[in-house]
Structure formats: C-alpha cells, structure tokens
T-cell receptor, first 116, second 113 residues
Framework: AQKVTQAQTEISVVEKEDVTLDCVYE???????LFWYKQPPSGELVFLIR??????QNEISGRYSWNFQKSTSSFNFTITASQVVDSAVYFC?????????????FGEGTQLTVNP | KAGVTQTPRYLIKTRGQQVTLSCSPI?????VSWYQQTPGQGLQFLFE???????NKGNFPGRFSGRQFSNSRSEMNVSTLELGDSALYLC????????????FGPGTRLTVL
C-alpha cells in the first residue's frame, strides 16, 4: 500500500534562513508521481510541483528546490532565504498511476513558521 | 482561467441532518476528486469522478456519496451527519484521470453540532 511520511510536524525558522522539509514515501508501483502542495491559513491547497518516478533530476524554481532520490524513497523540499510569506502547512503527496488514478495519498504535513 | 470553486464556503448543521456540497472544476477539466481534512486524520481521499462515473473510492461509509454532471460539476452528499464529519471538504479537478496534477478549491468548512 502507498504511504507518505513527513516526520517533521513543525519547523520554526527566522527569516532568510534556509529550510528543508523532508518527505519519505512507500509504493509498490514502478510508475508513480510525487507532489508538493502548500496550504496557507486560508485553507486552499496550492500546487507547487509534480515529479514522475522516471525523472530524478533535481528541480529549482526561484527560492524553491526539490531533491528526488529513488534510492532512499525521498522527495525533499528546500526553501532558500525563507520569507514570512512562506509560513504555511506543506504537504507531500503520492499518486500511483497504475492502481489509483488521480487519487492522492498525503503525508501528515509540516507546519512551517517563518519569523521576522 | 477561473480556478476551482466550491459552495458554500461555510456550513453549520446538526447531527442527523444531511448536507450537499458543490464543486465547479476548472474549465476543460473532466476529473473531480473530493478530500476530507480533519486535524486527527489529515487529508483523506473520498472519491473521484470522471465523465459522470465514479472511478475511485476511498474508505468512507456509505453515508458519503457523490455525483458528477455532464458539465463536469460535482456534488457530494453526506447523510445522517455525525459530529465526526466536521471537517474541511476539498474538491480538486484535473484534466484527466491518470495521476494528472490536481488543482484544489478553497474548500467547504462543515461544522456539525
């Protein structure tokens, strides 16, 4: 069965610090997709990135970067030079193409607080 | 393009009542999924619809049901409400079924008294 684990429940940093959010997943499928979403206090889940299991290239988008390592089943998310507006709950999610269609299995989420 | 919209945004019901939540997907998206978010259980998948057919269902009791219309709009219904049904209900849409990116609406906050 698929599972996503975000071991860090809460992280608190000071503005301009770099912060890494960890995500470890379990799946039996060879084809799967990994996602990160951000949930600000308003409640809406905001899509950040989608990565398929055959693409292990790291990705950078502005201050955000993602490190995908199949060998350790991890898909970690780093925010460089954090800002107060980055404060939110961040969710890692998994979708198994062969067995679950678009169904997302979410981790427990990491509450990130960036203090000024 | 307009995003996913959900109505109503807030709802208060009492135990035993039933409730219907509505979701309008992004234009052109044919798949709609529903999720329940609670502090204790986190984000859990309820069901997914594509072309008016339920394609996938999560582990929820039969009191939770849904449907999709020909214009891809979707509704979910919860009958005989229980206190534990209090949650944020999120709808997401995507272009097709297979592991496509899902875009979420703002959610409906349901409180059961």
């Amino acid at each position: 069965a698929q599972k996503v684990t975000q071991a860090q429940t809460e992280i608190s940093v000071v503005e301009k610090e770099d912060v890494t959010l960890d995500c470890v997943y379990e799946t039996r499928d060879t084809t799967y997709y990994l996602f990160w979403y951000k949930q600000p206090p308003s409640g809406e889940l905001v899509f950040l990135i989608r990565r398929n299991s055959f693409d292990e290239q790291n990705e950078i988008s502005g201050r955000y970067s993602w490190n995908f390592q199949k060998s350790t089943s991890s898909f970690n998310f780093t925010i460089t030079a954090s800002q107060v507006v980055d404060s939110a709950v961040y969710f890692c999610a998994l979708s198994e193409k062969e067995t679950s269609g678009s169904r997302l299995t979410f981790g427990e989420g990491t509450q990130l607080t960036v203090n000024p | 393009k307009a995003g996913v919209t959900q109505t109503p945004r807030y709802l208060i019901k009492t135990r035993g009542q039933q409730v219907t939540l509505s979701c309008s997907p992004i234009s052109g998206h044919r798949s709609v999924s529903w999720y329940q978010q609670t502090p204790g259980q986190g984000l859990q998948f309820l069901f997914e619809y594509f072309s008016e057919t339920q394609r996938n269902k999560g582990n929820f009791p039969g009191r939770f049901s849904g449907r999709q219309f020909s214009n891809s709009r979707s509704e979910m219904n919860v009958s005989t409400l229980e206190l534990g049904d209090s949650a944020l209900y999120l709808c997401a849409s995507s272009q097709n079924v297979a592991a496509d990116t899902q875009y979420f609406g703002p959610g409906t906050r349901l409180t059961v008294l």
